[in-house]
Nanobody
Framework: QVQLVESGGGLVQPGGSLRLSCAAS????????MGWYRQAPGKQRELVAR?????????NYTDSVKGRFTISRDNAKNTVYLQMNSLKPEDTAVYYC?????????WGQGTQVTVSS
C-alpha cells in the first residue's frame, strides 16, 4: 500500500504563495496520474489539479485555480508539488494528494492552508 505524506501548508496573507509537497512511498508512483485535492470546512473534497504520468506530464486545473496554481512531479523522488500563487481566502482548506482513479490510495493526513489577513 502506498503511503502519502503532504507538507508545506501554513498561514499566508491574501496574495501570498505556498509550495506544497507530497511524498509517496513505493515504486508505483510514476505510472499514475496524480492530483491535488482540497477540502474546506463543510464542503466536499474536490480535485483542483492533476498531472499525467506520461512524459511531459500534461496538466489540468479546476477553473478557480487556473493561472494561479501549478502542479508538477518528480518521479525520481516519488513527489508531486503544488505551487500556489496569488492565494485567496477561498483557497483555505486541507490539501491532499492522491492518484486520480476511482479507487484511491489511503489518504494522508493532508496539509492545512489558511489564507487570512
Amino acid at each position: 500500500q502506498v503511503q502519502l505524506v503532504e507538507s508545506g501548508g501554513g498561514l499566508v496573507q491574501p496574495g501570498g504563495s505556498l509550495r506544497l509537497s507530497c511524498a509517496a512511498s513505493g515504486s508505483v508512483f510514476s505510472i499514475y496520474t496524480m492530483g491535488w485535492y482540497r477540502q474546506a470546512p463543510g464542503k466536499q473534497r474536490e480535485l483542483v489539479a492533476r498531472i499525467s504520468s506520461a512524459g511531459g506530464g500534461s496538466t489540468n486545473y479546476t477553473d478557480s485555480v487556473k493561472g494561479r496554481f501549478t502542479i508538477s512531479r518528480d518521479n525520481a523522488k516519488n513527489t508531486v508539488y503544488l505551487q500556489m500563487n496569488s492565494l485567496k481566502p477561498e483557497d483555505t482548506a486541507v490539501y491532499y494528494c492522491n492518484r486520480v482513479r476511482a479507487v484511491k490510495w489511503s489518504w494522508g493526513q493532508g496539509t492545512q492552508v489558511t489564507v487570512s489577513s
